[in-house]
């Protein structure tokens, strides 16, 4: 009688001791999944066109990227056409609607959580806070490199409008103070880079041609030349 208490105790130690070891693989796989899920997500791009009276224009990429067991963007950019040494907000807006020549069709910031407007400094903002293009040459060519964004994922960006505006984001509320809006495009999925040139076959194997008049000089021509001699040296000596 005393048997199925003692079944009922050590079944909880085997089960207490399998969730011990199982914790620290539960409490890894949201991380696991998180890289799973960034670098599945698309790699975005976006071809600025200007608005009305500017002539604005460049090339933007969103790349997922993954800091800190966080699903971030890269986000690159080449704009042209602003002003010598200007500095400009730049914001992904609600939606990817270009249908208006001033750019307004793009509505707001793209802001789910419905925070308020931030510099990127913050961590606390519109997903759509980009912040600000790095200042332009003197030939009003903006350039970013590798800019990292924790507050916007790819997924969520894909289809929504993407600003370039006249001023620079001061961080006010309620959206920088950033002015009219220079140039817009739509966040598209990018196509997949060109596979890599496939390597060149091995060399095929030459014939050796065989001159009736000079001979050959490959190494089988070589072999049975001195395969002669060693006949000939034997019957010389026989
Ligand atoms: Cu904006």
């Not at 001791?17 to 620290?24: D, E, T």
């Not at 001033?102 to 913050?122: C, I, S, Y």
């Not at 759509?128 to 040459?137: K, T, V, W, Y």
């Not at 095929?204 to 070589?222: D, F, I, K, Q």
Request: proline share 9%; net charge positive.
């Amino acid at each position: 009688m005393r048997l199925l208490p003692t079944l009922t105790a050590l079944t909880a130690i085997a089960v207490a001791a399998a969730a011990a070891v199982a914790a620290p693989a539960a409490a890894q796989a949201p991380r696991l999944g998180a890289r799973t899920w960034c670098t599945r997500s698309p790699t975005l791009t976006c071809t600025l066109t200007p608005t009305a009276g500017s002539s604005v224009r460049g090339t933007v990429t969103l790349t997922p990227a993954l800091r800190r067991f966080r699903c971030g963007t890269l986000l690159a950019a080449n704009v042209t056409g602003l002003a010598a040494r200007s500095v400009h907000g730049w914001h992904v807006h609600e939606f990817g609607d270009v249908s208006r020549a001033d750019g307004k069709a793009t509505g707001g910031h793209f802001n789910p959580r419905g925070v308020d407007h931030a510099l990127p400094a913050t961590r606390r903002r519109h997903a759509g806070d980009l912040g600000n293009l790095l200042p332009a040459s003197v030939a009003g060519v903006a350039v970013v490199r590798a800019q990292f964004s924790a507050a916007l994922t790819t997924r969520a960006a894909v289809g929504r409008g993407l600003i370039i505006h006249a001023l620079r984001d001061d961080g006010g509320q309620p959206t920088g103070n950033a002015g009219a809006r220079l140039a817009q495009c739509v966040l598209g999925v990018a196509a997949p880079p060109p596979a890599p040139p496939a390597p060149p076959p091995p060399a095929a194997m030459l014939p050796v041609v065989v001159s009736p008049t000079t001979g050959g000089g490959g190494w089988y021509e070589a072999w049975l030349a001195s395969l002669a001699d060693f006949m000939g040296d034997r019957r010389g000596s026989a």
